[in-house]
């Protein structure tokens, strides 16, 4: 699991992607908060 910088529309924030089986999740961590979800 390695972090990328992530550029959203006001400021960057910091992903990862973990790969799980046959889908990733892929996570956003900025100064607000988290987002996190399923890719298939």
Do not use: H, S
Not at 29 to 36: N, P, Q
Request: proline residues 8%; glycine residues 16%; charged residues 15%.
């Amino acid at each position: 699991m390695n972090p990328i910088k992530v550029q959203l529309t006001r400021k960057q924030g910091e992903g990862y992607v973990i790969p799980l089986g046959p889908v990733n999740l892929v996570n956003v961590i900025t100064d607000k908060g988290m987002v996190g979800l399923w890719g298939f």
